[in-house]
């Protein structure tokens, strides 16, 4: 389906499928806008078939058809009992310890014999029980759960900034190795993961892991709703959300999440801020991050992951380093980047950047986002990729080989909700202010700078 639009709105009244409420979508077709609802977390029709027109009424039959698909979906976990199963696997030998991958569960010794034809791991380690992400083989969907996991180099650099935050309690979406690297090395944090692959039962208890669909804010049990809520109540002030979900997943869902996480914290500690909130995602999605998250800022810090062949530095990775970046309402003037990895501290920016991101004096700015560094064009007063020139057609700055055509943005201004722009380019909006706080970085006050003006 392409020019797929999302229909923001309460998704509590919306039917649901096995994956929670779904979420109302729309498309021009044959001229004719249609308006229909489809699962929240799977873009392919194949993993998850649900589908209802807003002109059609769902009959008895699909809604038996579909209460029954969701139970046959959540009826196989029992979390409390798989937590003990995981004791007793503790208790063993890890010589003795072996998981089926096919079946998704450890295997007791005495059923060995059930499972030999089976794709399973043998002699799991301590280090392996804690760390099941390096376990487990990645989910690799690309239109639904696909798995790219955070390098051990990105780990260590995204728990250095919480730390450096002072940052206690973490709410990992979608981020099983830095839940991972705080549950087994942090005796200073606290982190909760939530995440749609539901193997991760087997491996961390009802107050470590949530079932849960990032997507429309789902969750699985009402059980892992009521521990979301009490770790909300226990961080007080202390949290910082980590969400790194699936690229190709929709933007403004996730920002709906967000909204809806910050809206509840807020209701149970009293608080009148925002969440802070890293959010990874590779930087050439800015202007529709920025469209939906309109206080983010992106820090030039290349997050590298382990099973991505273009995610990550090396002679095997992307000439340029990754894509990737961290986006956060955190005072990026407050965050250190880590020195040894290839980055400086710009003095006028007052903020980290990657040694090849030049400080423009004409834009003011280290201007450069994918790793190269961005040459100044006079004539759009502005700094662009090096490979790119000077189109007078255009009268913008472009690849030499691109369509003049002009694309037109079809989502709503997240400014002034007005279809047809984005923020950047809203003519409601004070641009000169807006550039200058984003120079600064000044979004959310970092946990240092609240503390000193207390």
Not at 234 to 252: C, H, K, N, T, Y
């Amino acid at each position: 389906m392409s020019h797929v639009e999302v229909i923001l709105e309460d998704l509590t009244s919306h039917p649901k499928c096995p994956h929670g409420p779904t979420v109302l979508f729309s498309r021009v077709s044959d001229g004719r806008r249609i308006n229909f609802f489809a699962c929240s977390a799977c873009r392919d029709r194949k993993q998850c078939s649900f589908y209802l027109g807003t002109e059609e009424k769902m009959t008895s039959i699909a809604q038996q058809k579909w209460k029954e698909a969701t139970e046959n979906f959540t009826k196989c976990i029992n979390h409390r009992k798989q937590f003990m199963g995981l004791n007793e696997i503790k208790l063993m030998s890890p010589s003795l310890r072996r998981y089926c991958h096919t079946c998704e569960q450890f295997v007791p010794s005495k059923y060995v014999d059930k499972h030999l034809a089976h794709l399973s791991t043998a002699s799991i380690s301590d280090y392996l029980l804690m760390h099941p992400s390096e376990l487990l083989h990645p989910l690799d969907n690309p239109k639904k759960e696909a798995q790219f996991l955070f390098s051990h180099t990105a780990v260590k650099t995204l728990v250095e900034i919480i730390r450096q935050q002072s940052f206690s309690y973490v709410l990992s979406i979608g981020a099983p190795r830095i839940h991972e690297h705080i549950s087994s090395s942090c005796e200073d944090m606290t982190s909760l993961l939530l995440d749609i692959d539901k193997r991760y039962h087997s491996f961390f208890g009802p107050l470590q892991f949530c079932w849960y669909n990032m997507f429309n804010n789902h969750f699985f049990s009402k059980d892992a709703k009521d521990i979301f809520h009490d770790f909300l109540k226990q961080s007080a002030g202390q949290l910082v959300i980590v969400m790194d979900p699936p690229f190709g997943g929709r933007i403004e869902l996730l920002a709906q999440t967000v909204v809806s996480i910050n809206r509840l914290n807020k209701a149970v500690n009293g608080s009148e801020n925002d969440l802070p909130v890293l959010f990874v995602f590779p930087y050439f999605m800015e202007p529709q991050i920025l469209n939906s998250f309109s206080d983010f800022v992106m820090l030039d810090y290349k997050v590298d992951y382990d099973n991505h062949p273009l995610f990550r530095d090396g002679p095997k990775g992307r000439k340029q380093g990754s894509p990737v970046r961290i986006f956060t309402n955190i005072s990026v003037s407050s965050i250190t980047l880590p020195a040894d990895e290839g980055y400086k501290f710009c003095d006028k920016c007052v903020r980290w950047v990657s040694l090849e991101n030049r400080h423009c004096n004409e834009c003011e700015l280290c201007t450069s986002k994918d790793g190269r560094t961005y040459v100044h064009c006079q004539k759009c007063q502005r700094c662009v990729k090096p490979t790119w020139s000077h189109c007078a057609t255009c009268n913008r700055c472009a690849q030499t080989d691109h369509d003049c055509s002009e694309i037109v943005f079809s989502q709503a201004c997240f400014h002034c909700k007005e279809p047809g722009h984005k923020k950047r380019e809203c003519p409601k909006v004070n641009h000169a202010e807006l550039q200058l706080k984003r120079k600064m970085g000044v979004k959310t006050k970092s946990r240092k700078k609240l503390k000193r003006a207390k």
